[in-house]
């Protein structure tokens, strides 16, 4: 079984800044892409920000310039820097991953349970 834990989130003022980590654990074989996602009130799940294996990172235009994603191999982890935060990044934030994990040959994708992260005006 492989477990993905987020932490990091908390309330902040606008203009502040937060970084998440995501960390995942249990029998794991490799890694594949992972990927930040966020979940307002009232609103669809949306990809954040996304990083593959090789560290090619890909991000909404929503955050594009103030959010920073990067990733740890060794540690299994993923990061999401965010600066410059505003009050609509206001939402819970998921990480996920795919990963292929012992004894299965076949890759499964996997959620965290989510952090919050709020930002006053």
């Known amino acids: 079984q492989v477990q993905l834990v987020e932490s990091g989130g908390g309330l902040v003022q606008a203009g502040g800044s937060l970084k998440l980590s995501c960390a995942a654990s249990?029998?794991?074989?490799?890694?594949?892409?992972m990927g930040w996602y966020r979940q307002a009130p009232g609103k669809q799940r949306e990809l954040v920000a996304s990083?593959?294996?090789?560290?090619?990172?890909n991000y909404a235009d929503s955050v594009k310039g103030r959010f920073t994603i990067s990733r740890d191999n060794g540690k299994n982890t993923a990061y999401l820097e965010m600066n410059s935060l505003k009050p609509e990044d206001t939402a819970v934030y998921y990480c996920?991953?795919?990963?292929?994990?012992?004894?299965?040959?076949?890759?499964?994708?996997?959620w965290g349970q989510g952090t919050q992260v709020t930002v006053s005006s």
């Open positions: 249990g029998r794991i074989v490799s890694i594949n892409a």
């Open positions: 990083i593959t294996s090789g560290g090619s990172t």
């Open positions: 996920n991953a795919g990963v292929r994990s012992h004894p299965t040959p076949w890759w499964d994708g996997y």
